[in-house]
Structure formats: structure tokens, C-alpha cells
């Protein structure tokens, strides 16, 4: 019959000295403490792993830090992995580096892993306006903080300065990219579960507001006010560039002398600058062509055809019409985005097709043979509407 080991008891191991050699004590089941000449008492764990059987030991750690109770609880434990075949060893070292490497996984590092990947699939533009949201709004407070102890309540007292200033546009923005970055994180196993899926819900939802246009009839009086508008030269043009184009504000900011075709008199915007990422082409009228050859002298030898004020090796802001409408006397009338929507508007009071204006517009037809279609026979037809577009505009000045 086996011999059964003697029970270690608290008096026990407060009364064992330190000795000129080590020794140990036995609890049973592979628990000992070891008493060292230094008068340290380590408890040690011995076992045989999974598939080696080589024995080995495990620390649990010294005397009286660890009690006899939490020793016996140790043991337990790691008794419990190895009926499941696991090393209690190797398992410790894996929680331990797992412990690391989720303190290292900061909010900010992590969102920089997922921004990599987003870029890839928005416009530049829209790139710069999500990372200066989370520098701006989170990162100050967050950034260096580790992903795993983000909390909704944290996350809800952060954005609460723009509650405050009843921004709930931007807020709804925050939290739908706070949480594109925790779904991140989940997906690559930084973190187990997302414990900021609903935080949106702690805000008032933003007043959904259609892009300020006008009415046709102020097509006129729009362009009188542009016409002797106190504004910049380069400013002027891009506004009837937009208007001419029917592009969005910030692909005319954005557009580059190597994208315009004269021979073909086309205008190809890169799909990495489209909302849809989809390549865009725009049929260039006379009165277009003649923006850019205003242009020419003071950008020709430029990368952009609209350059910045202060930096003319960059692009003006997409800001820039917005601005300069507002100083027009349309504030809260009429946005840059709006000259679309008057557009769009007046050409299909006139009857034209309205999915060859939807396709002008560069809205994406979820329909994919109709799309291939669009890309292949439309182009002439948006020629003629265009060219009655940019006609509709000289007349109407």
C-alpha cells in the first residue's frame, strides 16, 4: 500500500529553519515548499508533463505571500490541466504573454493596425477627416490607455463635451469608428468581446439634414454673386469647376493636371478619390476647358490644378467653396455639395434621363450589368447633357 504524505500544517512551515543545505516538505500530490539556505520558502509544484513525462517543477511562489491554502489551490489547479493534457507551465507562460501583449495593444496602436486597412477602402479626403477625429476627440484621453480596459461608460464620459455642444453628427461618427476599431480587435484576437457596441445609444441621434441647395430659379443670382464676389481667383474657378463637373468638393479640390485627358477632352478621377471607389469619368465641355486653361498659369506646373493658398505643392481645402459661399451671402442656403443637388435638379426638370444623370453624379448602380452598360454607352450621352449643363450655365449669368 502506498505511503500517504503528511499533511503540511501552517506551524509547520513557520518553524522550518533555514539549514546549511536546502530542503524541502512535502504536502502530497506533488506541492512542496522548499526552504532554502537563505531561510526562503519557494513553493514548488512538481509534475510530470503531457506526452514527455519528464519530471519537472513549477514555482507558485515564496512563503508567506503565498499561504498554504492558495499553494493547495495552485495545485488544484494545475492538477485540473493536466487531466486535460495541458502543461501548467506552458500555460503560464502563454497567459503571460498574453497579459503583455494586451498591455502593450493600446487604443492608439491598435486603431493604427485598423487604419492601415481602412484607408485602403475611403477616399484620402475622408482618410484625413477619420484619423483628425480620433486625434482631436480620443486619442488625448485614450490613446495611450490598453484596449482591454476600455468601457462604455469611459468611452460615453469622453464624448460628452461634444454632447455638450449638441455635435451629434460628429458623435455618431466617433462611436460608429471606435467601434469599427474594437470589431478589429476582436476579429485578430487582441481582445475576446467589443464592450462598446452600444454607447451610441447613450446619445441623442443627429437631425438628419439634406445638403443646403437653392431653388433653380436663383441659378442667376448665384452666379451674379460669384461673379463679383470678393474672393481668391483660384477659388472662383474651382466653384465653376464643381458647377461645370458636377463632382463633389472634394474631388475638384483634389484634381491633379495628370488626371485631365485634353485630346479626349475627359476628366478621370482614380477610384482610390471616388466615395463608391470606383473610377470616374466626366465628359469636359468647352466652358470646362476653358476653366483650366485660366488655371494654367498658376498651377500648370503643379501637381494640383486648384493648389493650396499658404502650400502650393498641395490642394486646396474642400472647405475652401464652402467658405467662400458663406462670405457669398449663402450661409445655410447653399453648400458646395448642394451645387450637385441643383444640378441634378434642373436636369431633370428639363427631362433628361435620370439614370444618366444619377450616373454624371458617379452614384453607384447596384445593378451590375446595367452598371457595365453605363460605363460603356453613357459616356457620349453625359457628353451632350453636359454640354447642355455648362450652356444652361453661361446663359443663365
Known sequence: MPKVATRLNDTQIKRAKASDKNYELSDGEGLILRVLTSGTKSWIFRYSPPYTKKRTNISFGTYPLITLKEARQLREEARTLLAKNIDPKEHKKQAEAFEISE??????????KWFEIKKTTVTEGYAEDLWSSLE????PRLGDRAIRDLTAPLVIEVMQPLAARGVYEQ?????????????????TGIIHANPLAGIKSAFQSPKRNHMNTIEPERLPELLERLNRASIKYTTRCLIEWQLHTLCRPSEAACAKWSEIDFENEIWTIPAE??????????????????LLEL??????HLEYIFPADRNPRTHTNP???NAALKRMGFQNILVAHGLRALGSTILNEKGFDPDLIESALAHTDKNEVRRAYNRAQYLARRREMMEWWSEHLTESL
Open 103 to 112: 498591455a502593450q495593444n493600446t487604443f492608439r496602436l491598435v486603431a493604427q
Open 136 to 139: 482631436n476627440h480620443l486619442f
Open 171 to 187: 458623435i455618431r461618427r466617433l462611436c460608429q469608428r471606435v467601434n469599427e476599431i474594437m470589431t478589429y480587435a476582436v476579429n
Open 273 to 290: 478619390r471616388m466615395k463608391a471607389r470606383k473610377e470616374h469619368k466626366i465628359p469636359l465641355t468647352k466652358q470646362s476647358l476653358h
Open 295 to 300: 488655371m494654367k498659369p498658376i498651377s500648370a
Open 319 to 321: 472647405q475652401t467653396a
